[in-house]
T-cell receptor, first 113, second 115 residues
Framework: NAGVTQTPKFQVLKTGQSMTLQCAQDMNHEYMSWYRQDPGMGLRLIHYSVGAGITDQGEVPNGYNVSRSTTEDFPLRLLSAAPSQTSVYFC????????????FGSGTRLTVV | AQSVTQLGSHVSVSEGALVLLRCNYSSSVPPYLFWYVQYPNQGLQLLLKYTTGATLVKGINGFEAEFKKSETSFHLTKPSAHMSDAAEYFCAVSDGRDTGNQFYFGTGTSLTVIP
């Protein structure tokens, strides 16, 4: 089925560990983004990409890195996990202009202890 | 930058009653407007959208929303609530740029349906 695939679905990290959250889409969407969702704060944009080789920071980029080597993949890297990064992470993609809306992945629930 | 305001972080309605979830936005250009629904432990699913044309748009599961430019609003309604409507609802706006289009989300409204 076409869509956005996120892995893993659940992850527990120790403070200071690093990891990569994977995101892949098969809809040939140029625009991809990462959000974190925290209670009472809605969705906050971490990083986004308007196409392969182009990335930019969103509202809360600190502690996260991204790269976009292909149209399909947009991994999110946590360099040194902190308890403040405990959250649910969503990857989303769309065509340029946003007229079709976002397609979201099912999320990664990350706990940092 | 644009902003989206959802009035009421929690809304409770009785089964069969009208559902009204409020959304106001700020935009200097005609935006694209969206409502998303999130069921527990799931991702966000597009409920409906307004891009151009008719200002009353219909979505899935009997929901509809009306774009009112003069009020900068895009409220979500459903005539008769069902238990299965209990979920988190997010209003979003896109500035529609061809490059770097940004989506701005409200903080969400949690809908509880009382039997």
């Amino acid at each position: 089925n076409a869509g956005v695939t996120q892995t893993p679905k659940f992850q527990v990290l120790k403070t200071g560990q690093s990891m990569t959250l994977q995101c892949a889409q098969d809809m040939n969407h140029e625009y991809m983004s990462w959000y974190r969702q925290d209670p009472g704060m809605g969705l906050r944009l971490i990083h986004y990409s308007v196409g392969a080789g182009i990335t930019d920071q969103g509202e809360v980029p600190n502690g996260y890195n991204v790269s976009r080597s292909t149209t399909e993949d947009f991994p999110l890297r946590l360099l040194s996990a902190a308890p403040s990064q405990t959250s649910v992470y969503f990857c989303a993609s769309s065509h340029p202009g946003g007229i079709s809306g976002y397609t979201f992945g099912s999320g990664t629930r990350l706990t940092v202890v | 930058a644009q902003s989206v305001t959802q009035l009421g972080s929690h809304v409770s309605v009785s089964e069969g009653a009208l559902v009204l979830l409020r959304c106001n936005y700020s935009s200097s250009v005609p935006p694209y407007l969206f409502w998303y629904v999130q069921y527990p432990n799931q991702g966000l699913q597009l409920l409906l959208k307004y891009t151009t044309g008719a200002t009353l748009v219909k979505g899935i599961n009997g929901f509809e929303a009306e774009f009112k430019k003069s009020e900068t609003s895009f409220h979500l309604t459903k005539p008769s609530a069902h238990m299965s409507d209990a979920a988190e609802y997010f209003c979003a706006v896109s500035d529609g740029r061809d490059t770097g289009n940004q989506f701005y989300f409200g903080t969400g409204t949690s809908l509880t349906v009382i039997p």
